[in-house]
């Protein structure tokens, strides 16, 4: 077992160096690359992915992993954990062909400068047979390791483990349910809200320098973290101690790099505070995408459109940006928590993001499904726009190509965004009873947050699942029905 155990753990080393240096050069293809220099990085990201595929598929590791699940009896818990993790990895690219991996790695890394050129210029035609390669490389794969109930489930599970189709259609269901409703009563009865200020100008020069005072004051360490610019906002991690933040910055759009700096400052928060003792193992990371959306909607949202969260600080940013001179907090505060049908899902407010997000999952499972193909993307997007948010895209940029996630072969994760939202609704529904969180957000102690987040979710990475996270927290299982009341008594508040 010793010896196995040894064998096992040097592989595992082995390969996280190589995704480490694959993770190096997804940074620079999104943020620094110059345009004539990612044709090359492209195809070291594909060269690197295929030496982590043979280390994660080959007969050395596959040996450890038997031999110690033949003695798992006698393994450390920590261990029997990341011998699953790393089981769980197996699984899901050993059916695929090695040079199909490699090519798929490598068109996704060329494929990212493809889309920031399309939304630029605002032309689908553009990214077109791009993601027509990346769809068909995923039914491909889909196909290779096989699916229960829909083909979807397999790319579901992926992001969040044990979510299905047939969960999210009742769970979509039941928001849709709830938000349209009080929707059109907000829409009917509500008082108009004031939002104009926010679509002023604001130089970007400053923008840049509140955005770090932001991450900084919600917490994240910048001697383990740098914050960074994109075409759209992301975190990437390379350990606890090299967490990358980027924003985006628009002169007339305050919430963009505002609100997407806290976000994505929630995600570094998690990242950074994964437990010691796991983070250079195969646990040191989010346990899922749906945990991790909770953590950057929660302090995006929860925290950082809350009128307590501005208090201690409305007067500083007042006082540094012109295009505030004449604004309130109480009109601040309601301004950033306007509610109204757009059509960028970065900048949505809470009541509608979820209808957003509605549209993305359902085109993700027809194209997988093959019910539709990708040049009808833009027609079904504009359409499923006006449905749902009764709004329609004019131009591609505003449309189908405002998301990055499928030039980086992310289908399944959009989902996450939702189910994010709820995770965090019954994690502040729990957090409420024992921590006055108004009072520490005015007194500027976001501290005890952080540090209440940090032992309840952030130190276990995948030590648990999402199910025993929201679990252990809550005492129930996943339920929407605290994100539903939530913000039925914020914007009854504000609106009515």
Same mark, same amino acid.
């Given at each position: 077992?010793?010896?196995?155990?040894?064998?096992?753990?040097?592989?595992?080393?082995?390969?996280?160096?190589?995704?480490?240096?694959?993770?190096?050069?997804?940074?620079?293809?999104?943020?620094?690359?110059?345009?004539?220099?990612?044709?090359?990085?492209?195809?070291?990201?594909?060269?690197?992915?295929?030496?982590?595929?043979?280390?994660?598929?080959?007969?050395?590791?596959?040996?450890?992993?038997?031999?110690?699940?033949?003695?798992?009896?006698?393994?450390?818990?920590?261990?029997?954990?990341?011998?699953?993790?790393?089981?769980?990895?197996?699984?899901?690219?050993?059916?695929?062909?090695?040079?199909?991996?490699?090519?798929?790695? /490598?068109?996704?890394?060329?494929?990212?400068?493809?889309?920031?050129?399309?939304?630029?210029?605002?032309?689908?035609?553009?990214? /077109?047979?791009?993601?027509?390669?990346?769809?068909?490389?995923?039914?491909?794969?889909?196909?290779?390791?096989?699916?229960?109930?829909?083909?979807?489930?397999?790319?579901?599970?992926?992001?969040?483990?044990?979510?299905?189709?047939?969960?999210?259609? /009742?769970?979509?269901?039941?928001?849709?349910?709830?938000?349209?409703?009080?929707?059109?009563?907000?829409?009917?009865?509500?008082?108009?809200?004031?939002?104009?200020?926010?679509?002023?100008?604001?130089?970007? %020069?400053?923008?840049?320098?509140?955005?770090?005072?932001?991450?900084?004051?919600?917490?994240?360490?910048?001697?383990?973290?740098?914050?960074?610019?994109?075409?759209?906002?992301?975190?990437?991690?390379?350990?606890?101690?090299?967490?990358?933040?980027?924003?985006?910055?628009? /002169?007339?759009?305050?919430?963009?790099?505002?609100?997407?700096?806290?976000?994505?400052?929630?995600?570094?928060?998690?990242?950074?505070?994964?437990?010691?003792?796991?983070?250079?193992?195969?646990?040191?990371?989010?346990?899922?995408?749906?945990?991790?959306?909770?953590?950057?909607?929660?302090?995006?949202?929860?925290?950082?459109?809350?009128?307590?969260?501005?208090?201690?600080?409305?007067?500083?940013?007042?006082?540094?940006?012109?295009?505030?001179?004449?604004?309130?907090?109480?009109?601040?505060?309601?301004?950033?928590?306007?509610?109204?049908?757009?059509?960028?899902?970065?900048?949505?407010?809470?009541?509608?993001?979820?209808?957003?997000?509605?549209?993305?999952?359902?085109?993700?499972?027809?194209?997988?499904?093959?019910?539709?193909?990708?040049?009808?993307?833009?027609?079904?997007?504009?359409?499923?726009?006006?449905?749902?948010?009764?709004?329609?895209?004019? %131009?591609?940029?505003?449309?189908?190509?405002?998301?990055?996630?499928?030039?980086?072969?992310?289908?399944?994760?959009?989902?996450?965004?939702?189910?994010?939202?709820?995770?965090?609704?019954?994690?502040?529904?729990?957090?409420?009873?024992?921590?006055?969180?108004?009072?520490?957000?005015?007194?500027?102690?976001?501290?005890?947050?952080?540090?209440?987040?940090?032992?309840?979710?952030?130190?276990?990475?995948?030590?648990?699942?999402?199910?025993?996270?929201?679990?252990?927290?809550?005492?129930?299982?996943?339920?929407?029905?605290?994100?539903?009341?939530?913000?039925?008594?914020?914007?009854?508040?504000?609106?009515?």
């Amino acid at each position: 077992m010793k010896l196995a155990m040894e064998k096992f753990e040097k592989i595992i080393e082995e390969k996280r160096m190589v995704d480490t240096a694959i993770t190096s050069l997804h940074w620079d293809l999104e943020t620094q690359a110059p345009k004539k220099g990612m044709e090359l990085l492209s195809g070291v990201v594909g060269y690197l992915s295929s030496k982590s595929y043979e280390l994660a598929t080959g007969t050395a590791l596959i040996e450890a992993v038997d031999t110690l699940n033949d003695c798992k009896n006698d393994l450390e818990p920590v261990r029997v954990k990341m011998l699953e993790e790393v089981e769980r990895e197996i699984d899901k690219i050993k059916k695929i062909p090695a040079v199909e991996y490699s090519r798929y790695n /490598e068109l996704t890394a060329r494929a990212q400068s493809i889309w920031a050129e399309a939304r630029e210029k605002s032309d689908f035609k553009i990214f /077109e047979e791009a993601l027509r390669e990346i769809v068909e490389f995923q039914r491909k794969f889909v196909g290779y390791r096989g699916w229960e109930g829909h083909p979807y489930n397999t790319l579901l599970d992926d992001y969040e483990p044990g979510m299905t189709v047939e969960k999210l259609d /009742e769970f979509f269901g039941y928001l849709r349910g709830e938000l349209v409703p009080f929707l059109k009563r907000i829409a009917t009865e509500g008082r108009e809200l004031r939002g104009d200020f926010l679509e002023r100008s604001y130089p970007v %020069t400053e923008q840049r320098e509140l955005s770090r005072e932001l991450a900084e004051y919600i917490g994240f360490d910048f001697d383990r973290g740098i914050i960074s610019e994109s075409a759209h906002p992301f975190t990437l991690n390379y350990d606890r101690n090299d967490v990358r933040l980027t924003t985006r910055y628009e /002169e007339r759009c305050f919430s963009s790099s505002v609100f997407g700096t806290i976000h994505e400052g929630g995600h570094g928060l998690y990242e950074q505070g994964i437990g010691e003792e796991i983070a250079s193992t195969v646990l040191g990371t989010g346990t899922s995408m749906g945990i991790h959306e909770s953590q950057s909607r929660f302090y995006e949202n929860m925290l950082g459109r809350s009128k307590s969260f501005w208090k201690p600080l409305y007067e500083g940013v007042k006082s540094r940006f012109d295009a505030l001179k004449d604004v309130e907090l109480d009109e601040f505060y309601r301004g950033i928590n306007k509610s109204e049908a757009s059509l960028i899902r970065v900048e949505a407010d809470e009541l509608t993001y979820s209808l957003h997000i509605m549209v993305r999952y359902e085109i993700e499972k027809m194209l997988i499904e093959g019910s539709i193909e990708v040049e009808d993307l833009p027609r079904i997007w504009n359409d499923k726009m006006e449905e749902y948010l009764g709004i329609r895209p004019e %131009t591609d940029g505003e449309g189908v190509l405002q998301d990055v996630h499928w030039s980086c072969g992310l289908f399944g994760y959009f989902p996450s965004y939702a189910l994010g939202n709820a995770y965090a609704a019954q994690i502040y529904n729990t957090m409420v009873k024992e921590i006055d969180i108004e009072k520490s957000l005015e007194e500027r102690n976001l501290s005890v947050i952080k540090e209440w987040l940090g032992e309840n979710i952030h130190r276990w990475g995948k030590g648990k699942k999402p199910a025993e996270i929201i679990e252990d927290i809550s005492g129930e299982e996943l339920s929407a029905r605290y994100f539903i009341e939530y913000l039925k008594e914020k914007y009854s508040r504000i609106y009515l």
